[in-house]
Each structure stands twice: as C-alpha cells, then as structure tokens.
C-alpha cells in the first residue's frame, strides 16, 4: 500500500473534506429516503398481503440498502486521501467502518429477509429477519455520526467552518480531533 | 510542505500554488453544474419509482400515496441540493443562488403539476 504523506497542504484538504461532505450529504438523503420508505412499507403491510419481494415499497427499501454501503464504500475510497481521518493503524476510519458494516449487514438481510418469507408471508415486524436491518441501520447511524463529526471538526479547525458556540459541542469536536470521539482507547 | 510522489520539484520539497491546484483538481465552488444535474437526476428517477408503483401496482400503491412519498422525497433532495451548493460555495467569491432559486422553483412547479394532473 502507498504511504500516506504525513501532511497536505490546507487549501487541498479542506477541497477534499468538502468533496467528501458532497458524498455525505447524498448518502444522507438516501438514509433519510429509507426512513421515509420505512412509513410507506409497514402502511403497505398493514394493508395488504405480501404477494410478491418487488413490491413498490420494496424496489425503494431494496435499492437502497444497496446503494448505502456501495456509497460509503466510494467515501472509503475516497477517504485515504486525507490523511487526518484515518483511523488505527492507518485503516479506515472507525466510524466510518462502523458505517459500512452496518449498511453491509442490511444489503445481505434483504436475502435472508426473502429466504424468511418464503415460508413465512406474515409481514409481522418484530420477526428475527426484520432485527438485522434495523441494527444495522441504527449501526450505520452511529458510525456515519460520529465520522461527520470528526469531518466537521477538522473543517472547523481549517478555518472552514463556524466553531460551536455551545460549551459541550466544543468539546465534542476537539475530542474528535483527537480522535477519542468513541472512547478514549479507540481512534 | 511534503508533497505526495510526483508533486513538487524534484527534490527540492518546495510547493509552488501550481502544484497545490493540480492536486486539488475541479474546485468544489465550481461544481454547481454537476450538483445541480444530480439533483434533477434524482428527482427524475423519484418520480419514475413512484410512477412505477401506481401504475403498474395501484392496488398496492394507491396514486395519493405515490404522490405523498413523491412530495416527501422531492422536498428531501431539495434540501440536499440547496446544502450542497450552499456549502461548496462558502468562503468562495462564487454565487450560484440565481441557478438554485432557478432550479428549485422550477422542481416545485413541475412537483405541484405532476400531483395534479399525473394517475388521475
């Protein structure tokens, strides 16, 4: 693997972090786009029975537990050219593998979610199959939270954006920087 | 300033503000084309998903319904949009607020006129 340069120049990483800020935004809006298709589909099973996986509510549900960890693994790609958020040992950033994981975890439920109703058509929520996309969502949140932290935080150190007014926000970015934002032992 | 392998003169370690836009590339102020076709992109395909659905599924997907979720989804891409643009731009001397005021009255106009008159 190349090494990566200790440093780069400050106008260069605050281009990056912001490239990198586009591509979180548009995951965010996919996230939030499932959030919203979590409403359409459990309307939809309260409703109707499941007769087919391609339901209109499942093409959107789907398509993007698919598009969330290929998105996120782009940011990874991407991600290695700034130095400043690598993690542990020069890997991926923890939080941002927490991301990938737990969106990783939702794509490959959407097939033991189908093995599931093959035998079971009940669409009934609490169902073991359904566990795994919601942990894995609620993984992914956590993990994205705490890497858009720690990018905020280091455009608010390159001057790039506002610092927080809020005594405990502060705190929150410097200890992102220090990358003791997760614990004190992991970076 | 080190520089990665192949930035720089050679050996000398000095950056000089030519190297520095090379390893920059396009500048995120200058992106407002591309976000603003990504948008329009999405927003298209939204509204192909939820045609989709009330029209090859309408019991299933009832047309309210398909124009609910559409509505919902247009207004969260909007916000991306106009976040996007808003913060690749700051600190810059670039100004795209005329293209997105544009280009979101626009969305809106079309989103309201679909409403009414598409699936009915």
Same mark, same amino acid.
């Given at each position: 693997?190349?090494?990566?340069?200790?440093?780069?120049?400050?106008?260069?990483?605050?281009?990056?972090?912001?490239?990198?800020?586009?591509?979180?935004?548009?995951?965010?809006?996919?996230?939030?786009?499932?959030?919203?298709?979590?409403?359409?589909?459990?309307?939809?099973?309260?409703?109707?029975?499941?007769?087919?996986?391609?339901?209109?509510?499942?093409?959107?549900?789907?398509?993007?537990?698919?598009?969330?960890?290929?998105?996120?693994?782009?940011?990874?790609?991407?991600?290695?050219?700034?130095?400043?958020?690598?993690?542990?040992?020069?890997?991926?950033?923890?939080?941002?593998?927490?991301?990938?994981?737990?969106?990783?975890?939702?794509?490959?439920?959407?097939?033991?979610?189908?093995?599931?109703?093959?035998?079971?058509?009940?669409?009934?929520?609490?169902?073991?199959?359904?566990?795994?996309?919601?942990?894995?969502?609620?993984?992914?949140?956590?993990?994205?939270?705490?890497?858009?932290?720690?990018?905020?935080?280091?455009?608010?150190?390159?001057?790039?954006?506002?610092?927080?007014?809020?005594?405990?926000?502060?705190?929150?970015?410097?200890?992102?920087?220090?990358?003791?934002?997760?614990?004190?032992?992991?970076? | 300033?080190?520089?990665?392998?192949?930035?720089?003169?050679?050996?000398?370690?000095?950056?000089?503000?030519?190297?520095?836009?090379?390893?920059?590339?396009?500048? @995120?102020?200058? #992106?407002?084309?591309?976000?603003?076709?990504?948008?329009?992109?999405?927003?298209? =395909? /939204?509204? *192909?998903?939820? !045609?989709?659905?009330?029209?090859?599924?309408?019991?299933?997907?009832?047309?309210?319904?398909?124009?609910?979720?559409?509505?919902?989804?247009?207004?969260?891409?909007?916000?991306?949009?106009?976040?996007? @643009?808003?913060? #690749?731009?700051?600190?810059?001397?670039?100004?795209?607020?005329?293209?997105?005021? =544009? /280009?979101? *009255?626009?969305? !809106?106009?079309?989103?309201?006129?679909?409403?009414?008159?598409?699936?009915?």
């Amino acid at each position: 693997m190349a090494q990566m340069p200790a440093l780069i120049p400050k106008e260069v990483e605050i281009q990056r972090l912001k490239k990198l800020w586009l591509m979180i935004i548009a995951l965010g809006s996919i996230a939030a786009s499932v959030e919203v298709d979590n409403f359409v589909d459990g309307s939809l099973h309260q409703t109707s029975i499941r007769d087919s996986a391609f339901t209109p509510a499942h093409w959107w549900l789907y398509s993007h537990f698919i598009a969330l960890p290929v998105g996120w693994g782009a940011a990874a790609i991407y991600d290695r050219k700034i130095p400043i958020l690598r993690g542990p040992n020069n890997s991926i950033n923890t939080g941002l593998k927490m991301t990938i994981l737990g969106y990783l975890a939702t794509m490959f439920t959407i097939g033991v979610n189908e093995m599931w109703h093959f035998w079971f058509v009940e669409e009934i929520f609490a169902v073991p199959n359904h566990w795994m996309f919601n942990m894995g969502v609620v993984v992914a949140f956590m993990g994205a939270l705490a890497y858009v932290v720690r990018v905020y935080a280091r455009l608010v150190e390159l001057g790039a954006e506002t610092p927080g007014e809020n005594p405990y926000v502060a705190e929150m970015y410097k200890m992102a920087l220090e990358g003791k934002l997760y614990s004190r032992s992991i970076p | 300033m080190t520089l990665p392998k192949g930035f720089g003169s050679g050996g000398g370690g000095g950056s000089s503000s030519a190297d520095v836009e090379r390893m920059i590339g396009k500048r @995120v102020e200058n #992106m407002t084309g591309m976000i603003t076709i990504s948008f329009l992109a999405a927003w298209g =395909a /939204t509204f *192909g998903g939820t !045609a989709a659905g009330y029209f090859y599924y309408p019991w299933a997907y009832p047309t309210p319904s398909g124009h609910f979720a559409f509505i919902v989804l247009t207004i969260i891409e909007a916000i991306g949009y106009i976040f996007c @643009v808003k913060v #690749m731009q700051e600190g810059s001397n670039k100004n795209s607020n005329g293209v997105v005021a =544009a /280009t979101v *009255g626009f969305v !809106a106009a079309a989103t309201i006129a679909i409403t009414l008159t598409v699936g009915h």
